[in-house]
């Protein structure tokens, strides 16, 4: 792997169960803790396949699976298909408040109960307000927590990248009695809408795993790109489990 900085040292962790296919085990490649990585470099690690937890990056390095595949949208070819255009209508309403990263009591309220609703029972629900705080308000580049509220209340934060040239969605949790409004759906839309806002190419999505249920939604959003081989190229419909015909 060529490495966006020269002094910057990778490692591998020791095996642990993967989050995404049962009964297996998971190894990551991980950028040096201790190393002051920034938003450029970020950037290009994002760029190849990277994504963070908290200040830590990471890349899936297993060595008997390649499951898990980097994907990004690619925001100035994507066009909003009817079902999408009407769930931005739906949530037209919801005040958009662009905010620091820090820890909030109001956001781990509304944190803890989507976890609740969600993930109940996972490791996510135990961590309590050290685990939330390490995990989505620490970071080692440029990060917005995007309020969204209805008529003052809160309904929704995105955790949101700002790269060189992207934008990364890095997570989102809402109020899980707000089923009708598919905020899940909608925080994804609202990054592509900013990116067209910003004129940024890409919104970065994680991972695809074609075996993992809940993977499904990403291919909601297309023209979808996947990193392979070193290189990024465009996802067949057979590639994401669609009908070519």
Request: hydrophobic letters at 35%; a positive charge; glycine letters at 6%.
């Amino acid at each position: 792997m060529s490495s966006p900085n020269p002094h910057l040292q990778f490692y591998l962790s020791n095996n642990h169960p993967c989050g995404y296919l049962p009964e297996q085990l998971s190894v990551s490649l991980i950028a040096d803790p201790h190393y002051p990585i920034n938003t450029q470099i970020y950037t290009r690690l994002v760029e190849i396949g990277f994504r963070r937890s908290g200040r830590m990056a990471y890349r899936p390095h297993c060595p008997e699976c390649q499951a898990c595949v980097p994907v990004r949208i690619d925001s100035q070819r994507f066009q909003f298909n009817r079902q999408q255009r009407r769930n931005l209508k739906r949530n037209a309403d919801l005040e958009v408040v662009r905010t620091p990263m820090r820890f909030d009591t109001e956001h781990y309220a509304l944190y803890s109960r989507y976890i609740t609703a969600r993930h109940s029972g996972g490791s996510m629900e135990e961590s309590g307000p050290e685990g939330y705080s390490t995990f989505l308000t620490q970071s080692c580049c440029e990060t917005q927590l995007v309020e969204f509220r209805q008529a003052g209340r809160l309904v929704m934060v995105a955790v949101v990248d700002y790269l060189n040239g992207a934008l990364s969605a890095v997570y989102s949790f809402f109020d899980p009695e707000e089923g009708a409004r598919s905020l899940g759906r909608y925080a994804i839309l609202w990054q592509l809408k900013e990116c067209q806002r910003l004129n940024l190419p890409h919104l970065y999505l994680g991972y695809w795993i074609a075996d993992c249920r809940k993977m499904v939604y990403k291919r909601e959003y297309r023209p979808i790109e996947q990193y392979r081989d070193g290189l990024w190229r465009a996802m067949s419909d057979a590639e994401l489990g669609l009908d070519a015909g």
